[in-house]
């Protein structure tokens, strides 16, 4: 049995974290395109290292973008996919240092720090890209969606499909969408580990 102590409900904490859930279907209703904007209008000014922001954002909405994509995934995610009203693809640009003239100004050398080094480039890329991807998470929960983010695919399939003759790849999908507010998952929450198992105070 777990050892947490219980901590003081925190009500928007409770909301984005503790009380919400990964939901793998979602009801037939639309999400506007302004909240789609909204989303990413708040999870631009969340920090990167070097405010490098290397996510890069396709919206599947309409049933024959998200038929394409659910054909380059996992079997057991091509429903989640076709049944969620949006299936964010999160790519990561591995050109990102191009732009760190503009985002970046004061530092000058700063596209110089990645010249030459393709492992280091790819991996700052994925860190942060993977970062704003979970700033995503919560603030499409804080505006009222539930989501369901997937690791099952194929990426060279979803590289070609999204992102041809580009320089983004792709990290993970999320299906974004609205539940029932008074159904629940129809199975238990899964056991998350102690704060003892995870952390070292030194």
């Not at 995503?136 to 505006?143: D, G, P, Q, T, Y």
Request: aromatic content about 8%; glycine content about 6%.
């Amino acid at each position: 049995m777990s050892s947490t102590p219980m901590m003081p409900s925190v009500p928007f904490l409770d909301h984005v974290f503790s009380q919400a859930r990964t939901r793998s279907s979602f009801l037939d209703r639309p999400v506007p395109a302004e909240v789609l904007r909204q989303i990413y209008e708040h999870l631009k000014w969340g920090p990167t290292s070097m405010n490098c922001q290397p996510i890069r954002i396709q919206w599947r909405v309409s049933p024959q973008s998200r038929a394409e994509l659910a054909d380059c995934v996992n079997e057991g995610n091509k429903a989640k996919v076709l049944g969620a009203p949006v299936c964010a693809v999160i790519g990561m640009d591995i050109n990102f240092a191009s732009r760190l003239p503009t985002v970046f100004p004061h530092k000058k050398d700063a596209q110089s720090y990645y010249d030459g080094k393709p492992t280091f480039t790819e991996q700052t890329a994925l860190r942060n890209s993977s970062l704003q991807g979970a700033y995503l998470i919560v603030i499409a929960r804080a505006l009222g969606l539930h989501c369901g983010p997937l690791s099952g695919f194929k990426a060279d399939r979803v590289d070609e499909l999204c992102w041809a003759g580009t320089t983004v790849r792709t990290n993970f999908l999320c299906n974004l969408g609205y539940v029932e507010s008074d159904v629940d998952p129809s199975y238990a929450r899964h056991p998350r580990l102690d704060y003892e198992d995870v952390c070292d105070t030194r």
